[in-house]
C-alpha cells in the first residue's frame, strides 16, 4: 500500500495564477481531508469529504475548492494565488469519523510559495 | 474557544536521556486525544489515542498520560534516540452538532543529540 500520496512535493507560484494539488489514498478509506501547516501554528482544516460526491468547508476554505469524484481522489484547487496561501498543505484520510477515534493516515505535503 | 497548547515550544536533550512533552487543552466537549509524530518533510503519523477513562498508553519508550479533570496530557519519551528527533503534536478531537473536529496544537521540536 502506496497509503496517502500527494504531488507536487514542492510548488513556487505567482500571484493570481492557479494551480491543483493532487492527492490520492489506497486504503479504500471513506473520508478525506485537506489542512494547511503555517510555521509554528496548528494544522488548520480547509475541506473535508465524507465519501465520493460529498464534501464540506472546514476552518480556513476561502481561496480553495475541491471535489471528490472518486473514493480514492481527493484534489484541492487553489484560483488566483495570494501570499496568504504561502504554507504546507497535507492532505489526510481516515475510514470513517468514528465518533472522533479514527486514525488520520497524512501525506507527505505539498510546500507551497506564492510570490 | 477550543484550543490545545503545548510546552515547550522546543526542546533539545542528550541521546539516551528522557523528556516529557506537555498539553493542556480547553476543548469540549471532549472526544479523545491522541500524540502525533512529526519527521521533518514528512506528514505526522500517530502514536497512541487517549480516550476519557484512560489514564495511561505506552508505544514503546512513548508513554502518554491523561488527566481528564485537569485537562493535561504529557507523552514521556525515555532513553531517547536520534531518531526521536522530530515534531510531536497533541490533536484532541471534539464532538459539535454530530461532527467530530480535530483541533491540533502547535507541537513541540524536540532535538535529540548524539
Known amino acids: 500500500n502506496a497509503g496517502v500520496t500527494q504531488t507536487p512535493k514542492f510548488r513556487i507560484l505567482k500571484i493570481g495564477q492557479s494551480m491543483t494539488l493532487q492527492c490520492a489514498q489506497d486504503m479504500n478509506h471513506n473520508y478525506m481531508y485537506w489542512y494547511r501547516q503555517d510555521p509554528g501554528m496548528g494544522l488548520k482544516l480547509i475541506y473535508y469529504s465524507v465519501g465520493a460526491g460529498i464534501t464540506d468547508k472546514g476552518e480556513v476554505p476561502n481561496g480553495y475548492n475541491v471535489s471528490r469524484s472518486t473514493t480514492e481522489d481527493f484534489p484541492l484547487r487553489l484560483e488566483l494565488a495570494a501570499p496568504s496561501q504561502t504554507s504546507v498543505y497535507f492532505c489526510?484520510?481516515?475510514?470513517?469519523?468514528?465518533?472522533?477515534?479514527?486514525?488520520?493516515?497524512f501525506g507527505p505535503g505539498t510546500r507551497l510559495t506564492v510570490l | 474557544k477550543n484550543q490545545v497548547e503545548q510546552s515547550p515550544q522546543s526542546l533539545i536533550i542528550l541521546e539516551g536521556k528522557n523528556c516529557t512533552l506537555q498539553?493542556?487543552?480547553?476543548?469540549?466537549?471532549?472526544?479523545?486525544l491522541r500524540w502525533y509524530k512529526q519527521d521533518t518533510g514528512r506528514g505526522p503519523v500517530s502514536l497512541t489515542i487517549?480516550?476519557?477513562?484512560?489514564n495511561t498508553k505506552s508505544n514503546g519508550r512513548y508513554t502518554a498520560t491523561l488527566d481528564a479533570d485537569t485537562k493535561q496530557s504529557s507523552l514521556h519519551i525515555t532513553a531517547s534516540q536520534l531518531s526521536d528527533s522530530a515534531s510531536y503534536i497533541c490533536?484532541?478531537?471534539?464532538?459539535?452538532?454530530?461532527?467530530?473536529?480535530?483541533?491540533f496544537g502547535t507541537g513541540t521540536r524536540l532535538k535529540v543529540l548524539a
Open positions: 487517549m480516550t476519557f477513562s484512560e
Open positions: 490533536v484532541v478531537s471534539a464532538a459539535t452538532s454530530g461532527t467530530y473536529k480535530y483541533i
Open positions: 498539553c493542556n487543552y480547553t476543548v469540549s466537549p471532549f472526544s479523545n
Open positions: 489526510a484520510s481516515s475510514y470513517g469519523a468514528g465518533r472522533g477515534y479514527d486514525e488520520q493516515f
